[in-house]
């Protein structure tokens, strides 16, 4: 994708949750969705896919639960793929469950056939999950009569790194990595480069303005906004207390820049005017959301 490219030529760790111009052809996401209660909860299935092909949706199955499906699945152009969602709230009794991989299937339009599978997903319904400090009381028997080697081999490893540092290259170090880039200035360097362009269409342009945007309010809200829906974003931004007034229209006019290139019949006369004014939308919401660097007071003399 163009806002990869570019994004990830800025640097920054804010920029590796851009997916890849080379992404395959399908991916799954499968999580929890909300909070566990008791007796059940809610997983979110999504399956990222190239809508040149079609794409089946799996089912979770488990033994024990339940799984019903939380009304109609959504599909919603996210960058140059579609993204299919589907909630699904499951019950049963009290215990620890194993959700295992669920696979989505692709079928290109050259018969082409390409798989994608999750990673289990554990889940525990009315029952507190084990701590790591209720397994440090049960020790093995071979590890009791172990222990006198554990100990002399310890304190060796210790005497040998002890050496190891002692006579350590002095003048091999090198310098210190240097710090992230922060989010705020990935997301406008990167917007800058594509508004200034000339090769990209309105429509392209306004489409790597929404997947950067994504982007950065996952990098600095610690929310999913790259793998949600417009609406999911939008509905989150909205439950925000602290977030200053206008800013979720702002966010709106930004995710939906590509349907207003389509569709709108009032937006400005000129290309340039209209991608003015998201630049401004983007300029007062990264303002309103930046990261604050808290700095140390210079030492007073005495």
């Given at each position: 994708m163009i806002v990869a490219v570019l994004l990830l030529a800025c640097g920054g760790d804010s920029a590796r949750s851009i997916p890849s111009g080379t992404a395959p052809p399908v991916e799954i996401r499968?999580?929890?969705?909300?909070?566990?209660?008791?007796?059940?909860?809610?997983?979110?299935?999504?399956?990222?896919?190239?809508?040149?092909?079609?794409?089946s949706l799996p089912e979770?199955?488990?033994?024990?639960?339940?799984?019903?499906?939380?009304?109609?699945?959504?599909?919603?152009?996210?960058?140059?793929?579609?993204?299919?969602?589907?909630?699904?709230?499951?019950?049963?009794?009290?215990g620890s469950y194993e959700l295992p991989p669920l696979t989505a299937a692709w079928h290109g339009p050259d018969g082409k056939d390409e798989e994608a599978s999750s990673p289990s997903l554990f889940v525990d319904v009315g029952v507190e999950p084990p701590r790591e400090g209720d397994l440090a009381d049960i020790v093995e028997p071979d590890r009791i009569r172990r222990w006198p080697w554990l100990v002399f081999g310890a304190v060796g490893a210790a005497f040998a790194a002890g050496l190891l540092f002692a006579f350590r290259p002095r003048d091999r170090r090198g310098p210190p990595p240097p710090p992230p880039v922060p989010p705020d200035r990935v997301a406008?360097?990167?917007?800058?480069?594509?508004?200034?362009?000339?090769?990209?269409?309105?429509?392209?342009?306004a489409t790597a303005l929404a997947e950067l945007f994504r982007v950065y309010v996952e990098a600095v809200l610690?929310?999913?906004?790259?793998a949600r829906t417009t609406r999911e974003i939008l509905d989150h931004l909205g439950s925000l207390t602290h977030l200053p007034e206008g800013n979720v229209q702002r966010?709106?006019?930004?995710?939906?820049?590509?349907?207003?290139?389509?569709?709108?019949?009032?937006?400005?006369?000129?290309?340039?005017?209209?991608?003015?004014?998201?630049?401004?939308?983007?300029?007062?919401?990264?303002?309103?959301?930046?990261?604050?660097?808290?700095?140390?007071?210079?030492?007073?003399?005495r």
């Open positions: 499968v999580g929890l969705d909300g909070e566990i209660r008791s007796g059940g909860g809610a997983v979110r299935v999504q399956v990222a896919y190239d809508p040149s092909g079609q794409v979770p199955k488990v033994d024990g639960l339940t799984f019903t499906a939380d009304g109609p699945p959504t599909t919603e152009r996210v960058g140059d793929r579609d993204v299919l969602t589907q909630r699904y709230v499951f019950s049963g009794a009290s406008l360097e990167a917007w800058e480069r594509v508004r200034a362009d000339a090769s990209l269409s309105v429509e392209e342009k610690g929310f999913e906004a790259t966010a709106k006019r930004i995710l939906r820049a590509v349907d207003l290139v389509r569709f709108a019949e009032d937006r400005p006369r000129t290309p340039d005017e209209w991608l003015a004014d998201l630049d401004a939308d983007l300029r007062a919401f990264v303002d309103a959301t930046r990261p604050v660097s808290i700095q140390r007071p210079p030492a007073v003399k």
